[in-house]
Structures are given as C-alpha cells and as structure tokens.
C-alpha cells in the first residue's frame, strides 16, 4: 500500500527523522490563513501518489505569498497527469505546504525488499534529484548498494560504506549515521517494501533533511498496522477496484473491451494474454479467487459490466475441485440476477462439465461454452 | 522415483482443525497420501476425522514418524509454523497460506539457512507426485501417473491448466509442485530442476513462470549450463500493465524489471523451447518430449 508524502513525513518524525516545517492542506479556504504563518520560500506540493509529480506541474516553489497562494489555488483540486497517471491524470486532494531549504547538495537514499538476495537493500549516491534507474544504467558507480541480513540488522560497516561513498565528513557523516539507523528502524517497524528519499538534501548549514519522502507498505502486512490503514486513500484508486476489493476480489481495470473472471492470479493473466492473442484487448484482470462460488461469480459479474467498455465477457475457470455443474448454475443464475446482456463464453474444466455445458446451452442466456483454450480464443475473435 | 515426496513420506496437517485444514486433509488422504497427523495448538488428544491432532509439531513428529508438513494456517500465524516445522527438523514444509507478510518470510527465510528442511512455498498449491503423494490443494484426478514430465510452477491454477493439457496428450508426470507466488519463498526454480535433472524417471521439465523478479531469467541460465534434458517454458502476464500487483505479491514488473518479454527473450536464448499461448502449451510439450507431431 502507497501513502503520500506528508504521512511518510509523518512517520519519519516519529521515528526521530526531522523534515522541514510543513502543512497539509485540504480546502482552498484556508490557503491563505496556511500560507500566512508559513516562511518563503515555500514549496507547493501535490499529494498523490503517482510520480513524476514536479514534472507535470505539481511541484511548485513559491518566493512570495502571492506566488505560494496562486500555485496553492492551481494545484489543489487539479487533474494532475505524470508519465504515471495515464491521460486521464489524478485529482489532487491534498497539497503540502513545505518550508524552503537552502540546498548545497543532494542525495539519495532508498531502502527495499530485495526479493533475489532475500534481505533487505539500501541504496545511496551523490546524484540526487535525478532518475535514480538512469544514474544506476549510465554510472553505476555512482551508485552504493548496501545489502542488509533483516535477522542481523543494519551494522557499523554497513553504515560506514555508505558514509564513505556519499564522501560525507565530519558532522555530516554523524548526522547521516543517526538517520539511517532511524529509518532503517522505521522500515522494519512498519514492514515497509520500499522507503525513498530523492532528493536528501545536504543544506548550507550542514544538516540532511528528507524533501521527498515514498514509502511503501505491504499490503499483507497491514493485520498488525492500524495506523497504516487509516492512511489509506481510496480517492487515489480506481472505482471498481474499490468496489471489486470490497467484495474480495482481485480486480484490476485496464483499457479493452473484453471484460475477464477467472480463478487463480496466474490463470488469470495468461487468459488476458490469450484474449490479446486472440486479437481483441483485456478490460481487466479479475482472480475470483481459487474457489470461485457462485457469489463471487456474480459479485465478478457485476464488477466487469460497471466498465461501460466491456463488450463480451469471457470466464476461464479451472474448477478441479469445483464441480462444473455447480459452476454453470451459479453462472447462470448470477446472468439473471445482474440482468446480463453481453454475450459471454465460458470455459470451464473439471468434474461433471458435460453437464455443466448442458446448462448453460439450456439458460436461454447469451452463453456460449467453449471446449478448450484454442476454442475459446476463436470466440473470442469472431465477437 | 520423482522429486521431494513419494508414497513413503508420512504427512502432518498445521491447522488441521481449521475450515481449509480439514478439507484439504481429507482430500490428500483420499488422494492416497499418508496423513499420520494434525498439529493444532490447544487441541492435542482430538482427533480430526480419525487423524491424530496434537499441540506441536515436535510431539507429533515423536508420536506418528512424521516427516513432511503442509500448513494451512492463517497468515499471521504461518511464518511461526514454518519455523516451528524447521526446528522439528522434517525434511519437508509446504506452505499453502496466502498473505503472509514479506518481512516475515525474510526473517523465516535467513532463519532457516543451513537447517536441513526443504520448504515449499508459500503461496502455493503445493507437490504431488501422481499416483504417490499429494501435499497440497491441487484436483489430484486431472494428474497422470508414471511421468515423464515433471512441472514446476510460480501459479496454482495455471499449473493445474498445464498439468490437464498434458494428461489430454497422454503425457504422465513425475512430480508438479508450485513454488508460490510471493516475492520471498523457500525452494526456487532451480532446486526444481536440478532434482529433475537428477531424476532418471523424468526426461522432460515444463516451467511455467511469471512476471516479477529474475527467478526465471536466472534459472534460464542454469538450465543451459546444466541440464540436458528438454525443458519448455510458459510466462503468464504479456498484458500486464507495470507497477500493477498482479493478484500474487510477487507478480509486479517495477523499475522495468520483471516484463515477460525479458523473461521469454532470457528463455529462448538459453535453449527452453518457449510456448507464448496458454492454449498451445500441450501440443508444444508432445512435440518437444515426445518428437511427434501429430
């Protein structure tokens, strides 16, 4: 799960990490009466989650209070679009009020899961500001990587090997010392995937203060986080997917025009595969789950054709277990009660799909079985 | 012979007192597979449909010679009883539970280095041995007995997919398991296929990855310095859009990392013959391990 800016910079002030003096800010009336306590210069930040945020105009930094209030009044409520948001953009919400901070040097910072060494990576370099992927791409030696044991902890070496290659001396190397070790603390405590300082700021008066702050928290692991739950946004997610989750279903929205539900998350991707292959565009990911009971069919139903794009439905359910039976009547019945127009060809596999075939050929409905893959796949095409 | 489990291993159920735990319990044990025992805390001496439950793993190891485990334990418990397997010293875990915090499985991961239990998962639908041994949720009636195909995979129902389009070619397996679908699991893609390597029974492997992480782009390269037996390779997640969980935790391409494209190309150039549609993953594997075509 992603939080925005301010509550990471929320959470590093808790863990003992300072940031600049800032203020949230979520209605243009009390723009000015924020901007009026606060000192310039100041930066205007959109809070969402997407990044590319400074690029697509959702960063500004504000000299005067009339420059700070007029970008306060643009940003807050906009449409804003980053190479991450698509064309449609996101509403900006929420913007954050942050005092300015006389830089003399950036740098970055990150720490994350690192699925193939099964420890924890931080990773530092003096190019801060920049596309850290590009920097490890053309100057790889610019780049520390450090590779913790989350058994052992972060150790003094480990820490020194950053100080050293960040080149930071003296007071600096101190204070850097005393904020990794905070935020390393902080990514443990919290479960964190990913936590992202770009830029560091190294000031002119020799202190390192975080300006951007991403953090990442594992979904799976929000049982024992409360407070990280409260966090959550649900303005920065798609509609059905809100309403797919709430029903305990795995839905993702994509641009195509055949809606999808199938059990089991790798089957699913592979049917979206097979429907592009097919020659037509998937709509949606949508696992119901390795069980698939007829609930949930029609709760997938339901979901696929609130997509006002979806023009056929496709279901590929591997039943195994399930019975097919079953299955086709709980299809059916979830086609009558969502009063399903759209045509829908059904794959199934397990016990008793004879049977289950026979059903949905009998509903009367717009079903059409499938006998295998292939088969389905030139239904597919021919709608 | 097969990989990892055989009708002599002698099974244990966590949470064999649970919805899942008891169903799945009683399906291996009809599969044939020797269910000596159930490990629920606090109901030691029940019995769970003439299954001996007991309140830890070491006691039920003691009582019943148990020497592989399947957990079916909610995931903020499943970390501890992974652990709690290991210091029982089975030879085998396999973990069904889905959800389990990634932190929780690096702490169980690092933990378990240099123990001698092998585990499997989590996240997964576990191994099965046609014929022999079922621990895990797979349907066992879609499996062929006899090889000579072995199946590895990151997905459950995906597998089962395979694993039928196999058996419709009249292609038995040896041993199918999947390794999971979370960032952070026990035994890889290359445990799998060294140990079908080493399997006289098995001439051909089918590996069936997905997007997220380089497991399968590494265990490519293994494949090519060390196995001479024909593997055929499937990537779910072509569509998929990146930085987007697809379902399984591990399933996301981030940073321009983990595409199928970069996957399959890592494939091809070590020699796996690639199959891109799911419908034709049969055909290509008579082909391959069998030469015939038709």
């Not at chain 1, 030696?141 to 480990?158: A, F, K, M, S």
Request: charged share 20%; aromatic share 4%.
């Amino acid at each position: 799960m992603k939080i925005h800016e301010y509550q990471a910079k929320e959470l590093f002030n808790k863990a003992g990490i300072a940031t600049p003096a800032a203020k949230v800010c979520k209605r243009k009336e009390e723009i000015s009466n924020i901007v009026a306590t606060m000192q310039m210069p100041l930066a205007v930040k959109a809070q969402v989650h997407a990044g590319g945020r400074g690029k697509g105009g959702g960063v500004v930094l504000a000299t005067t209070t009339e420059e700070a209030e007029t970008a306060a009044n643009k940003i807050l409520g906009m449409q804003l679009i980053t190479k991450q948001t698509g064309k449609q953009g996101t509403r900006v919400n929420t913007i954050l009020f942050e005092q300015g901070v006389k830089l003399a040097q950036e740098l970055y910072l990150s720490m994350l899961i690192d699925r193939e060494h099964g420890d924890i990576v931080i990773i530092g370099s003096r190019d801060g500001g920049m596309d850290i992927e590009t920097v490890a791409e053309e100057t790889p030696e610019r780049i520390i990587t450090v590779h913790v044991n989350p058994l052992l902890g972060l150790q003094g070496y480990q820490v020194r090997e950053l100080i050293y290659g960040l080149q930071l001396q003296g007071d600096l190397a101190g204070s850097f010392a005393a904020l990794i070790k905070k935020l390393f603390a902080l990514f443990m405590e919290y479960d964190c995937s990913l936590v992202e300082i770009n830029p560091l700021a190294v000031t002119e008066d020799n202190e390192i203060i975080p300006l951007d702050a991403k953090m990442d928290i594992d979904s799976n692991s929000l049982f024992r986080h409360p407070d990280i739950l409260a966090m959550h946004d649900s303005s920065e997610e798609d509609e059905l997917e809100t309403a797919a989750a709430s029903y305990g279903l795995n839905y993702i929205r994509l641009d195509g025009t055949i809606g999808s539900m199938v059990n089991g998350a790798g089957l699913a991707m592979a049917t979206m595969d097979l429907i592009k292959q097919a020659g037509v565009e998937p709509a949606n990911f949508l696992d119901v789950g390795g069980g698939a009971s007829a609930e949930m069919v029609e709760n997938g139903f339901r979901i696929i054709v609130s997509d006002p794009n979806v023009q056929a439905i496709f279901i590929n359910i591997f039943g195994g277990i399930l019975r097919c039976d079953t299955l086709a009547e709980g299809v059916v019945a979830a086609a009558r009660k969502v009063g399903l127009s759209l045509p829908v060809v059904v794959r199934m596999e397990g016990t008793n799909v004879e049977k289950g075939r026979e059903i949905l050929a009998q509903s009367g409905l717009n079903l059409t079985s499938a006998t295998d893959l292939r088969h389905a796949a030139d239904l597919l095409a021919a709608i | 012979m097969a990989i990892f489990v055989d009708k002599d291993t002698r099974v244990l159920v966590q949470g064999i007192t649970g919805k899942e735990g008891r169903f799945h319990a009683g399906q291996c044990r009809d599969y044939g597979t020797q269910v000596v025992g159930g490990v629920t805390p606090g109901k030691g001496g029940q019995e769970m449909e003439g299954t001996p439950v007991f309140n830890s793993v070491a006691e039920a190891c003691r009582k019943t010679g148990a020497n592989a485990s399947m957990i079916v334990v909610p995931p903020p418990f499943a970390a501890e009883a992974i652990l709690e397997a290991v210091d029982a010293e089975l030879d085998l875990v396999v973990c069904i539970t889905e959800g389990i915090p990634v932190m929780d499985m690096l702490r169980v991961k690092n933990g378990m280095a240099g123990r001698k239990t092998r585990l499997i998962g989590p996240n997964c639908p576990g191994i099965i041995t046609p014929g022999a041994c079922k621990i895990g949720i797979m349907p066992g009636p879609i499996h062929t007995p006899g090889g000579p195909v072995g199946v590895v995979s990151r997905s459950g129902t995906l597998t089962y997919e395979v694993v039928h389009q196999l058996t419709e070619q009249g292609l038995g397996q040896t041993t199918c398991l999947g390794i999971g679908g979370d960032p952070i699991n026990g035994t890889n893609f290359i445990d799998c296929l060294a140990a079908f390597q080493d399997d006289p029974e098995t001439k051909g492997v089918v590996m069936v990855g997905e997007i997220g992480g380089t497991a399968e782009e590494v265990a490519a390269d293994w494949i090519a310095a060390n196995m001479d037996k024909p593997v055929v390779g499937f990537i779910a997640g072509l569509t998929a859009p990146p930085g987007r969980r697809m379902g399984h935790a591990g399933a996301i391409v981030s940073g321009g990392k983990g595409t199928a494209a970069a996957k399959l190309a890592a494939m091809r150039k070590n020699g796996i013959h690639v199959c891109e549609n799911l419908g034709d993953i049969g055909r290509v594997c008579r082909e391959v391990f069998t030469g015939k075509t038709q």
